[in-house]
């Protein structure tokens, strides 16, 4: 059973940063292409970022880049994504998810003063 569970949410000021991980089960971890999404309130999903399986290649959104770090560590089964510089309109529920597959529970990030 894929499990996948989000954490590292909060609240922060503009400018400030966090640390997103996802802990992963029920899957060969190593095997996927994973990505974070984030879902801001009253709009669609957006995709931010993915990582190939071996972490290598990653990607971002434009709107992110120079400013997220995505990683994994394969070892512990685990992805993350480091939000630096972050901005109100980063404002939105982060959710992790292999590709393909199905997201999980998303953890909460709120920029504000």
């Known amino acids: 059973q894929v499990q996948l569970v989000e954490s590292g949410g909060g609240l922060v000021q503009p400018g400030g940063s966090l640390r997103l991980s996802c802990a992963a089960s029920?899957?060969?971890?190593?095997?996927?292409?994973m990505y974070w999404v984030r879902q801001a309130p009253g709009k669609g999903p957006e995709w931010v970022s993915d990582i190939n399986s071996g972490g290598g290649s990653t990607y971002y959104v434009d709107s992110v880049k120079g400013r997220f770090t995505i990683s994994r560590d394969n070892a512990k089964n685990t992805l993350y994504l480091q939000m630096n510089s972050l901005k109100p309109e980063d404002t939105a529920v982060y959710y992790c998810?292999?590709?393909?597959?199905?997201w999980g529970q998303g953890t909460q990030v709120t920029v504000s003063s």
């Open positions: 998810a292999p590709a393909p597959g199905s």
């Open positions: 029920g899957f060969t971890f190593s095997r996927y292409v």
